[in-house]
């Protein structure tokens, strides 16, 4: 008993219970904005925003490492983004949600897409980004217009920054490896340099909005009624 306690308190500490609804939301969010509208879209025509200094950029597949070690950078992130209190998390909560409904009106008035340049497919590296372009739309990919994966990397280094919880080394990696994925994605030609631009922008003027004022009041009394009922129904 005395040790299923410790591993609950160490689960809670980690993972508070009142913030695993809303981090669920989010990935139900990001799943229904980057799926719905590629389906909603499919048959309507896809801009191409390549500039110049797209096709200056040249194709590094070794990136992709980069690229695939995004995702458990997010989990770990959004996670420690809850350890920051109840009020920045919701904070951090509603710039995430506002910024997915955004992308998602992009994606369905401007649908997007690129094309993808031909990989030898001789190296792992490059076996692997055939894979990753094979899962990601193939040779039609779309919505790259605000760039997701640019802007969760660029929200991974928001939920830390300035945080007294979480080690400044741990801060200023976050800075780097979301830099680091922001570029993995211009040179495995995963979007354009707009893309990219696009979805920093959108955190930075989200992030400032509700990290000011009350804006973030109502959002965090409708997840916590939510899981005030949560816990009756589990008793």
Request: charged share 15%.
């Amino acid at each position: 008993m005395e040790f299923e306690k410790t591993q609950k308190n160490l689960f809670e500490k980690f993972i508070p219970v009142w913030a695993i609804l809303p981090l669920i939301s989010i990935l139900a969010l990001n799943t229904l904005v980057y799926s719905g509208s590629a389906i909603l879209t499919a048959s309507r025509y896809h801009f191409d925003l390549t500039m110049a200094f797209d096709r200056a950029v040249p194709l590094i597949p070794q990136f992709i490492w980069i690229y695939v070690l995004a995702f458990p950078f997010w989990g770990v992130n959004y996670l420690l983004a809850a350890q920051r209190g109840k009020d920045e998390f919701y904070r951090f909560v509603a710039t995430d949600l506002t910024v997915h409904i955004v992308c998602l009106l992009v994606f369905l008035i401007l649908p997007t897409t690129n094309v993808r340049p031909e990989v030898a497919g001789v190296t792992v590296s490059e076996k692997m980004l055939q894979f990753i372009y094979a899962v990601d739309g193939g040779a039609n990919p779309s919505n790259l217009l605000p760039s997701i994966h640019c802007y969760v990397s660029w929200m991974c280094y928001r939920s830390v920054k300035g945080s007294e919880e979480i080690p400044k080394w741990y801060q200023n990696f976050s800075l780097i490896f979301a830099l680091l994925i922001i570029i993995s994605t211009q040179v495995l030609k995963q979007h354009y340099i707009v893309d990219a631009i696009a979805g920093v922008v959108l955190v930075e003027i989200a992030w400032r909005f509700f990290f000011s004022g009350d804006r973030h009041v109502q959002l965090m009394n409708f997840y916590e009624k939510c899981n005030q009922i949560l816990l009756k129904l589990k008793k």
